[in-house]
């Protein structure tokens, strides 16, 4: 999480984990939710729209958020372009 949050780091992080779309990397973060250690939740800007959603946890609650986002895509929420597992390393 410390990596998202350090300007100097977050581009370079941002390309390892946006995978399809690759623009999202140049994204300006937007904390909207963060507990030490545990979730960081964040919206990512291009151009001061609106493009994405960067959620990261830690271990035991990244299964259910998988399940949750698989299940909200299929009902035709935003879809989910990358998963890693909590024990990937950015």
């Not at 140049?26 to 994405?52: E, T």
Request: charged share 20%.
């Amino acid at each position: 999480m410390k990596r998202f949050l350090d300007p100097t780091k977050r581009q370079k992080t941002l390309q390892r984990v946006v995978g399809v779309v690759p623009d999202l990397a140049a994204a300006d973060l937007v904390l909207l939710r963060y507990k030490p250690g545990r979730r960081m939740v964040a919206r990512l800007d291009l151009q001061g729209q609106p493009c994405g959603v960067l959620k990261i946890m830690a271990g035991p609650g990244f299964d259910g958020a998988l399940i949750g986002a698989t299940a909200a895509m299929a009902d035709g929420q935003a879809p989910c372009l990358v998963r890693m597992p909590p024990w990937a390393r950015c």
